[in-house]
């Protein structure tokens, strides 16, 4: 076990994939020379040469189809975007071709692609780069979508995504990038996709999360516990494949239910579990599952509006107490 | 802007009121302090006096029904303002589910049901007209608002329980028509199976009127006569209950001569009557002078005055005496305070107000709270002796019975004497034998040299 930061994980995960399997090379704006716009590659391209690790111009669309053929002809590339906000220049690669051309195929073609950057909120950015991505992608059979919240978890969860031969898409964060955890220094040790982790057991409600809200919901169930309300976190991890069984598991201990997520409530992946839970734990439900998400704005640049606008402790517990009938 | 009244505090205990009588009609002006209604707590028959001026609109809770603390009763406001949103928040028909003709239940069904459709609409429209009345002079709007957000209570359609409430109920067996739920428009959700378990043993209770009519199968017993509790005798079951089984009674008995005592009150009365004017002379009672010489007697022994809490023994420093007062549907206890402090003549004056107060149903909540002993006599109905069930949080009751005419021996000689038995039911978290003893002994001291009540 190493403590390290997040970015320090995905880096190693990359690493040791590339050590491992020479057809896995990195491919992004600044992830060479510049030594990576948020440093997560930083000394690769010493380590690996400029053949694996490659200095895309500012041109997602195309770096992103001209690594869809890689992979379509057997190498597996890792697509950095300095953000996720970037890759909606490059969506129809990913969902006209990433997505589809296995199937389209009849399965004598796969696209083993990994495509990463951080998403969501980062501060005072803006409306146009404070996306949070993960809800139009999911929404995509043939894509595969994590959101880890800790450094462990993304080391673990990005080489599953690397050895995968179906393109995943790995959501990472700019504000998590700094966080420090123990992760474990075994080259073969792998987070299974589709699984979700209780990171704070409870029996009274459920708080389901990913990615930096994670953070948020187990500060929201520390305030909690000063009122004698145990709350279960759950960080979701992987939101395409979603793991249902975890999740209807814990709402039939705590039968009340809150999806904490970045990005706006209408249509998105909470709404899915919300779905799910409704129809796979209808029995189980005391109140209807609530939402603690972005508010559905463009998000303003005026740090206090943006503070607002962004779910923060303050809405998981409203939306929480409100399932528990205390507000 | 109109507002609804709820259900209030009218004693200290009450969790539900019954509306005995409506005192205004719809359409009636109301004055700040008008009576409005009674209403049947726990403890009496309290009165319900207007704290707002306006105009009776609509009555939410008809005379018999019985009402949760904090829901809608009636609507005020001006003459002739639209109340359709306002009733339509507050659930339209509280209570019905519990009002007394319960002959009405059945034709009043279909008007039930089409009600929720209508008033969907109307609740929805509401809120922007509620939004524009606000006027900058409208201190009634907050409380509008916080009166709809009181959970509605049950109606008499469609049972509202979460999936995971009717998975429980099925499962337990339990019937959910008429569980009160406490969610957002009366849902019933899990937290209220949780009390439900002590309202079920009261559920069949309440219903029992019903159950009568239902006519016994030929040859059966014929069904007993179900008479409904009443506020007061679910506060007397309730608390004589939670008395007998939490409170650790034990009973010392004294039987004292009780000569001089008869001798001086008829000196006194005859007294009385001499004095008297117009002949209507205040007689004193035996159980007056009881009062008095128990409340001597607690000063002397002031741990027979005292209660028990888990942190500690209360030792009062007030003799406050409750005294079991019989009415119609049961028992009160109203308070003769500083007992030790009155003369004999204003405690009987005292006792017969209270007492026809009683009997009317008009004492109010806190003349019958924070008593610090009690005495019940059931002289006057030819009882000897008997035990009495302590009145918490009290830590002693003297149960006094008849003066009787016996042969007793005085000197070496069987005369004709008059004897008086009393006993004390201790609480023995607070007062152990030997302190009973002593209370008992400086009572007896008092009753038999009875001149000491008169300067004690």
């Given at each position: 076990m190493t403590v390290m930061r997040y970015r320090e994980a995905i880096r190693a995960a990359m690493m040791e994939e590339m050590e491992r399997d020479s057809r896995v090379f990195l491919v992004g704006e600044e992830v060479g020379h510049y030594q990576g716009a948020y440093k997560v590659s930083e000394g690769m391209l010493e380590r690996f040469g400029e053949k694996r690790v490659l200095d895309a111009p500012i041109t997602e669309s195309g770096f992103t189809g001209i690594s869809i053929g890689a992979a379509m002809v057997g190498l597996r590339p890792i697509v950095e975007y300095m953000?996720?906000?970037?890759s909606a220049v490059a969506f129809d690669q990913i969902l006209n071709n990433a997505a589809k051309l296995r199937q389209m195929s009849g399965g004598q073609l796969t696209v083993p692609i990994v495509f990463r950057a951080p998403n969501a909120s980062a501060k005072q950015v803006g409306s146009q780069h404070s996306h949070a991505m993960e809800h139009f992608y999911a929404h995509i059979p043939g894509l595969k979508v994590l959101a880890p919240a800790t450094p462990a978890d993304a080391k673990g969860l990005l080489k599953t995504a690397i050895r995968d031969d179906n393109p995943v898409l790995f959501m990472e964060s700019e504000t998590l990038y700094n966080i420090k955890g123990e992760v474990s220094d075994d080259p073969d040790l792998l987070v299974p996709m589709g699984k979700a982790n209780i990171v704070r057991p409870g029996k009274d409600v459920s708080i389901i999360a990913w990615s930096r809200m994670v953070h948020v919901a187990l500060e929201a169930a520390t305030e909690l516990a000063k009122e004698g309300v145990e709350a279960e976190v759950i960080d979701?991890?992987?939101?395409?494949?979603?793991?249902e069984t975890t999740l209807v598991e814990s709402v039939t201990r705590t039968h009340r239910a809150v999806v904490a997520h970045e990005g706006w409530p209408y249509g998105g992946v909470g709404a899915e579990i919300a779905d799910r839970l409704q129809r796979l734990a209808f029995d189980e439900l005391d109140a209807p599952i609530l939402r603690a998400t972005t508010l559905d704005v463009p998000m303003p640049y005026n740090a206090k509006l943006e503070q607002h606008v962004i779910p923060g402790v303050a809405r998981v517990l409203e939306n929480v107490r409100a399932v528990l009938y205390r507000s | 802007m109109a507002k609804i009244l709820d259900m209030p505090k009218l004693s200290p205990t009450m969790e539900e009121g019954q509306i005995s009588a409506w005192h205004k009609k719809v359409g009636d002006a109301v004055a700040v302090d008008d009576l409005l209604a009674e209403v049947e707590t726990d403890k009496a028959t309290m009165e319900y006096r207007a704290f707002d001026k306006g105009t009776l609109l609509q009555i939410l809770a008809p005379a018999g029904a019985v009402v949760k603390l904090g829901d809608p009763v009636a609507i005020l406001g001006a003459?002739?303002?639209?109340v359709s949103a306002l009733a339509a928040k507050a659930?339209?028909?509280?209570a019905v589910a519990e009002a007394k003709p319960a002959g009405e239940a059945k034709p009043a069904a279909p008007a039930a049901e089409a009600k929720p459709a209508a008033a969907a609409p109307a609740a929805a429209e509401a809120k922007p007209a509620a939004e524009e009345a606000k006027e900058p002079a409208a201190p009634p709007a907050p409380v509008v608002e916080a009166a709809a957000a009181e959970p509605a209570p049950v109606e008499a359609g469609r049972v509202k329980a979460s999936p995971y409430v009717r998975k429980l109920a099925h499962e337990r067996g339990l019937a959910l028509r008429g569980v009160k739920g406490s969610g957002p428009n009366g849902r019933i959700i899990a937290r209220d199976l949780e009390s439900l378990t002590a309202t079920a043993a009261a559920a069949p209770a309440a219903k029992s009127p019903a159950a009568p009519a239902a006519a016994p199968a030929p040859g059966e017993l014929a069904a007993p006569e179900a008479r409904p509790l009443s506020m007061m005798r679910k506060a007397i079951a309730r608390r004589l209950t939670e008395s007998k089984q939490n409170v650790p009674h034990f009973y010392l008995t004294i039987d004292v001569d009780a000569d001089p005592l008869h001798a001086l009150r008829e000196q006194i009365n005859a007294d009385l009557a001499a004095g008297a004017e117009d002949g209507k002379a205040l007689k004193i009672s035996f159980n007056d002078l009881i009062v008095k010489a128990s409340a001597i007697a607690l000063r002397r022994v002031p741990e027979c005055n005292a209660q028990f809490t888990p942190e500690a023994i209360l030792v009062h420093k007030r003799v406050d005496i409750s005294v079991a007062v019989a009415v119609a549907e049961g028992l009160v206890t109203p308070v003769v305070r500083d007992a030790d402090t009155k003369s004999v003549i204003a405690i009987a004056h005292e006792v017969k107000e209270l007492a026809g107060r009683a009997r009317a149903r008009k004492l109010r909540a806190d003349e019958m709270a924070n008593g610090t002993f009690s005495i019940s006599n059931l002289g006057m109905y030819g009882i000897d002796a008997f035990a009495a069930v302590i009145n918490p949080p009290e830590g002693a009751i003297l149960a006094v019975g008849q003066v009787r005419r016996e042969p007793v021996v005085k000197g070496d000689a069987v005369v004709p004497g008059r004897r008086l038995t009393m006993t004390l039911s201790c609480d023995h978290r607070v007062v152990d034998g030997a302190v009973g003893a002593s209370f008992l002994k400086a009572l007896r001291g008092l009753i038999e040299r009875p001149m000491q009540i008169l300067v004690g």
């Open positions: 953000t996720w906000n970037f979701v991890r992987s939101l395409r494949p979603l793991d | 003459a002739g303002e639209d659930g339209a028909a509280p």
